[in-house]
């Protein structure tokens, strides 16, 4: 069956630090790849997107990565600062178009 | 742009009452919009596809008759909640797709906090 695993469920650093998120699927093929921001209390707010075709796609002090033979994004904030605490999703989309959600990391950046 | 508003909010209702939650698309006409459900520290939980003009495709487990969800309008979705009861209460979230260049984004709304007592 689809798996979407994102690595821990909490990520805690200290400002200042790149923070690394992980997504890893197994049994799908991804169309492309999003990833989301979410806040307690709030509906998730849109990133970044990456297509099975791009390696690599920055905005901002946010980066992601997709390796489709690896079956792995990596989705990295760099410099990070508190504001950045919150849970990151990865949602893969495949070609039928239905997106499947990650259960998430929690980032907490301590000042 | 790409905003999507929820209304309301914040319900608390008795039980075996019904709620509609709205969802819009406020800058964008989006056919498609999805309905999720989210319980305290998990994931977003898909109940159903809306798409505008035609029924609503439900997720394997999701009761079509206690979740009514009518698509009028480009911009416009709702979900009634039909006889609530206690184990109704969660969080529900919509998303409107907007097309792009082979490539769909879904944008959410700010969620609804539903309490049936």
């Known amino acids: 069956s689809q798996k979407i695993e994102q690595n821990s469920e909490a990520l805690n650093i200290q400002e200042g630090k790149t923070a690394t998120l992980t997504c890893n699927y197994t049994?799908?093929?991804?169309?492309?790849l999003q990833w989301y921001r979410q806040d307690p209390g709030r509906g998730p707010v849109f990133l970044l997107l990456?297509?099975?075709?791009?390696k690599e796609k920055r905005k901002e002090r946010l980066k992601v990565t997709f390796d489709t033979t690896l079956k792995q994004s990596l989705f990295h904030i760099t410099a990070s600062q508190p504001a950045d605490s919150a849970t990151y999703l990865c949602?893969?989309?495949?070609?039928?178009?239905?997106?499947?959600f990650g259960d998430g990391t929690t980032l907490t950046v301590k000042p | 742009g790409a905003v999507v508003s929820q209304h309301p909010s914040r319900v608390i209702c008795k039980s075996g009452t019904s709620v509609k939650i709205e969802c819009r698309s406020l800058?964008?006409?989006?056919?498609?919009m999805f309905w999720y459900r989210q319980f305290p520290k998990q994931s977003l939980m898909l109940m159903a596809t809306?798409?505008?003009?035609?029924?609503?495709?439900?997720e394997q487990g999701v009761e079509k008759d206690k979740f009514l969800i009518n698509h009028a309008s480009l911009t416009l979705s709702t979900l009634t909640v039909t006889s609530a009861h206690p184990e109704d209460s969660s969080f529900y979230i919509c998303?409107?797709?907007?097309?792009?260049?082979?490539?769909?984004?879904?944008?959410f709304g700010p969620g609804t906090r539903l309490t049936v007592l």
């Open positions: 998303s409107a797709e907007l097309p792009g260049q082979g490539v769909n984004t879904q944008y």
């Open positions: 049994n799908y093929s991804p169309a492309y």
């Open positions: 990456i297509r099975e075709n791009e």
């Open positions: 949602a893969l989309r495949s070609n039928a178009g239905k997106s499947t």
């Open positions: 800058d964008f006409q989006a056919t498609t």
């Open positions: 809306s798409n505008e003009g035609s029924k609503a495709t439900y």
